[in-house]
């Protein structure tokens, strides 16, 4: 255990809705219980609920996702020379860039998250990306496939799953939930979740409402998110005569409670590594159809906590979802959900293993010892003492060894932008100028 509590400064492209964002957001809360300090570098211009008690410097007014954020590092390298953190923790591409450069700056630790893969870069990014890497002190990936890819360079990688809250009782919201989102009190109600983009497959999720549809009467269709899409969407969704049976409920940040208005969750994704709305459904009670992509089947346990099914196969998602219009087995397949959730994917755990590897690298930045990350999630490592001075703290940009094994189980804001800087912090007040 380390002696005090620690300073993060997690660094992430945007603070928008998705699954990165809520990760760092969930592990942010569990560390705070934890007694340590986090701030959150970003770009864009958006207010975060649930930030009230972390500071956010906005360093971009626009975001730098997929983008060569040179203005971005340099700032990010102002707010680390103002800031005494312990280490940086980086999330997504154009974040992970910045931040190795910062750290390099001021020779502070650097721990990355591999959120999805690297297929949209194109090669001068790569190259970049695996520099980045190549400047942590560890990698995690929240995907077993992930997980390959800094790996197969010889870096230090460590396999973290994605954790979720588990509700206490999620039916007491479903009444309340429904009526809400004006949904049929009686109906089937089938829900999608997530971007409208391509890999997130929600054109699939129409055409298989279209057959669903036509074989029960009593379905009816939630649709939560937006993106590129949304006119697409709606345009299938008229054709097939259904609107009077879907409920587009729009982009939400409390969508991981609207799984207590569904009975069915379906993830038609095409492309993905470890996503949260598995997860979150399966912690609301929800049975989950899934496809064969990622990590999913290891998430979802097919017959057991839902079904898996081919990618890209409509046919098959309309009949797992047909399977389970009996209510007694869709609740059989949700109480299996929030037991597996509860075993292998709480925010208790991702937490926890996340906490090891910064004790185990700060101690081996020390000088006490190699380290190395185990796969039962602690850390081995010659203890020593641990000095509370900044050149402790920051130490060389490396050290301590790491070992990534490829046997560990995954169960294991209006942000003010500040001028032509552009650099504002929210809560509590910043102080640089």
């Keep these: 255990m380390v002696d005090a509590p620690l300073r993060i400064l997690h660094v992430i492209d945007t603070l928008e809705v998705g699954g990165a964002q809520r990760h760092v957001l969930s592990l942010i809360d569990a560390l705070h219980a934890r007694g340590h300090r986090c701030l959150i570098a970003t770009s864009g211009a958006r207010q975060v609920a649930g930030c009230d008690e972390t500071a956010i410097y906005s360093l971009a007014r626009d975001s730098i996702s997929h983008r060569l954020p040179l203005r971005f590092a340099a700032r990010l390298i102002r707010v680390l020379a103002e800031e005494r953190v312990d280490l940086v923790h980086a999330h997504l591409h154009a974040s992970a860039l910045a931040a190795a450069a910062a750290t390099a700056v001021h020779r502070l630790p650097l721990v990355m998250t591999h959120h999805s893969d690297s297929t949209w870069q194109p090669p001068y990014h790569q190259v970049l990306g695996r520099w980045a890497a190549s400047r942590a ?211 208790r755990q991702m937490a926890d293993r996340t906490m090891a590897i910064y004790e185990a690298m700060l101690r081996a930045g020390e000088g006490s010892g190699a380290a190395v990350y185990r796969a039962e999630g602690t850390p081995g490592s010659r203890t020593g003492g641990r000095e509370r001075s900044m050149r402790s703290r920051r130490g060389s940009s490396h050290g301590g060894s790491f070992r990534w094994d490829p046997n560990v189980s995954s169960d294991s804001s209006v942000v003010k932008p500040g001028g032509s800087v552009a650099i504002s912090k929210m809560t509590p007040p910043g102080s640089l100028k």
């Excluded at 992930?146 to 396999?159: E, F, I, S, Y």
């Excluded at 898996?308 to 059989?332: E, H, K, M, N």
Aim: charged share 20%; proline share 9%.
């Design 137 to 347: 002190r560890m990698n995690i990936a929240v995907a077993r496939g992930l997980a390959t890819q800094p790996a197969v360079a010889g870096l230090p990688t460590l396999l973290i799953p994605n954790g979720v809250p588990l509700p206490p009782d999620p039916s007491i919201d479903r009444e309340q939930m429904r009526g809400a989102l004006g949904l049929p009190p009686r109906a089937l109600i089938v829900g999608f979740t997530g971007r409208f983009v391509a890999d997130k497959g929600p054109l699939l999720f129409v055409e298989m409402a279209a057959r669903v549809a036509a074989r029960n009467q009593c379905a009816h269709f939630l649709m939560v998110g937006g993106g590129p899409l949304q006119g697409e969407i709606e345009r299938r969704i008229a054709q097939h005569g259904l609107g009077s049976r879907f409920t587009l409920a729009g982009v939400r940040n409390d969508a991981s409670r609207l799984y207590s208005a569904a009975d069915v969750a379906v993830v038609p994704s095409r492309r993905d590594a470890c996503p949260l709305v598995p997860l979150e459904a399966m912690a609301a009670g929800c049975p989950v159809v899934g496809t064969a992509v990622g990590d999913m089947p290891e998430q979802i346990v097919d017959g057991i906590t839902g079904s898996i099914v081919p990618v890209g196969d409509i046919a098959s998602l309309a009949a797992a979802v047909l399977a389970l219009v009996d209510p007694t087995r869709r609740w059989q397949f949700g109480q299996a959900g929030r037991e597996r959730v509860a075993e292998r994917y709480s925010i």
